[in-house]
C-alpha cells in the first residue's frame, strides 16, 4: 500500500508533494532516493489555492473602560435653629403686652452690644422653658426702644423687672442665673419664700 507524505510551507501559501513509495529504501525517478529527489527539484507543486487560507489569530480589542462613578450626591439637610421661647418686642408691642393681664410678665432690657445681657439670654431661655405658661417672658433692645427704656428708668444694663397687673413690682440689674430668676420670680409673682440676698436687685412698690 502506497503512503503519501505531504509538506505545507506557510510562507509561500503551496505546498509540496513528494513522489511516494512502497518502502524507505524505494527509489523513485530513476533511482534517485527521495531526499536526493527533493533536492535535484524532482518534485512537483501543488496548487493550495483551493485549500483554505489560514489566517493568524483574531485579537479581541480590550473591553472599554468604564465610565468613573459620578461622586454621590451631597444632601444638604437644613435643621431649623430652636425657637426661641423669650420674644422680642417693640415699643407697640410692649404696651399690648402689658395691658393684658392674664400672666405677670419678666422683661429683659438689653443691648447688643452688652456683654452681661449676652451672657443672660440663654439663662433666661431656661426661665422660660421651666415657667412655661405661667409667665411671658419678653426682651426689648434698649437702643432701639430708648423711649421704653427711658420710661422705665433704665440705668444699667442688663436691667429684668418683674411686672404684674401693670406694675414693676422688682428690677434687678446685672447679669443673673436662670436659678436666681426663677428664685425672684416665685417670690414676687407667686407668693413663693423670700429668695436669698441678690446683689443689685431692689424691690419695688407697687404704685
Same mark, same amino acid.
Given at each position: ?8 510551507? %506557510? ?9 511516494? +513509495? %512502497? @518502502? ?6 530513476? &533511482? ?6 527533493? /533536492? =535535484? ?8 489555492? &483551493?485549500?483554505? +487560507?489560514?489566517?493568524? !489569530?483574531?485579537?479581541?480589542? !480590550? ?5 468613573? %462613578? ?10 431649623? *435653629?430652636?425657637? *426661641? ?29 452688652? &456683654?452681661?445681657?449676652?451672657?443672660? +439670654?440663654? /439663662? ?22 430708648? $423711649?421704653?427704656? @427711658? ?9 429684668? =423687672?418683674?411686672?404684674?397687673? =401693670?406694675? $414693676? ?15 425672684? %420670680? ?10 436669698? /440676698?441678690?446683689? &443689685?436687685?431692689? *424691690?419695688?412698690?407697687? /404704685?
Amino acid at each position: 500500500m502506497r503512503s503519501y507524505i505531504f509538506a505545507l510551507l %506557510a510562507s509561500g501559501g503551496s505546498a509540496l508533494t513528494l513522489h511516494a +513509495a %512502497a @518502502s524507505s529504501t524505494a527509489r523513485v525517478s530513476g &533511482g534517485v532516493s527521495r531526499c536526493a529527489a527533493a /533536492q =535535484m527539484g524532482l518534485v512537483r507543486q501543488v496548487n493550495t489555492s &483551493g485549500l483554505p +487560507a489560514q489566517h493568524p !489569530p483574531s485579537v479581541l480589542p !480590550p473591553p472599554a473602560a468604564s465610565p468613573p %462613578a459620578p461622586p454621590p450626591a451631597r444632601v444638604c439637610l437644613l435643621v431649623p *435653629s430652636p425657637r *426661641s421661647l423669650v420674644r422680642q418686642v417693640n415699643t407697640a408691642e410692649f404696651e399690648e403686652e402689658i395691658q393684658d393681664c392674664s400672666t405677670p410678665i419678666i422683661l429683659d432690657v438689653f443691648a447688643v452690644w452688652c &456683654g452681661p445681657c449676652q451672657l443672660m +439670654a440663654p /439663662q433666661l431661655e431656661l426661665v422660660a422653658e421651666k415657667l412655661g405658661d405661667k409667665v411671658r417672658v419678653l426682651k426689648i433692645d434698649a437702643d432701639d426702644e430708648p $423711649v421704653v427704656a @427711658s420710661t422705665l428708668r433704665v440705668q444699667g444694663l442688663p436691667t429684668v =423687672m418683674f411686672i404684674n397687673d =401693670m406694675s $414693676v413690682v422688682m428690677r434687678a440689674e446685672g447679669a443673673l442665673m436662670a436659678d436666681e430668676l426663677e428664685a425672684l %420670680a416665685d417670690h414676687h409673682l407667686f407668693g413663693g419664700p423670700p429668695p436669698p /440676698q441678690i446683689t &443689685g436687685g431692689e *424691690s419695688v412698690s407697687q /404704685q
